[in-house]
């Protein structure tokens, strides 16, 4: 029971949660960064464009059964294959 109330009631232990809220913003998940630069390359930049085109032709009419999704399942499967080349790097 000591020890509970020297943790609880003590100074320490607030100043070990704000250096672990520090480090938690300073993290980024390389997932995030990976596919943002995966997206930027030619070939998912090109589905992208493919991808946005469906959508707005879909979206400019009233009434239709068309949907993107093969678009949108080429582009994530582009993008999805670039980043697996390099997540592994990245883990510890």
Same mark, same amino acid.
């Given at each position: 029971? @000591?020890?509970?109330?020297? %943790? ?7 100043? /070990?949660?704000?250096? /672990?809220?520090?480090?938690? /913003?300073?993290? +980024?998940?390389?997932? +995030? ?8 390359? /030619?070939?998912?930049?090109? %589905? @992208?464009?493919? %991808? ?19 678009? %949108? #399942?080429? #582009?994530?499967?582009? @993008? ?7 997540? #592994?790097? *990245?883990? *510890?």
């Amino acid at each position: 029971m @000591r020890e509970e109330k020297m %943790l609880t009631n003590g100074e320490p232990e607030e100043a /070990e949660e704000e250096e /672990e809220e520090e480090e938690e /913003e300073d993290m +980024v998940d390389p997932l +995030v960064t990976i596919r943002s630069k995966c997206e930027q390359t /030619e070939h998912c930049v090109h %589905l @992208r464009e493919k %991808l946005e085109t469906c959508e707005a032709r879909v979206n400019s009419r009233s009434n239709t059964a068309e949907d993107c999704t093969e678009e %949108l #399942f080429d #582009f994530l499967h582009a @993008r999805d294959h670039c980043v697996a080349h390099k997540i #592994f790097n *990245k883990i *510890k």
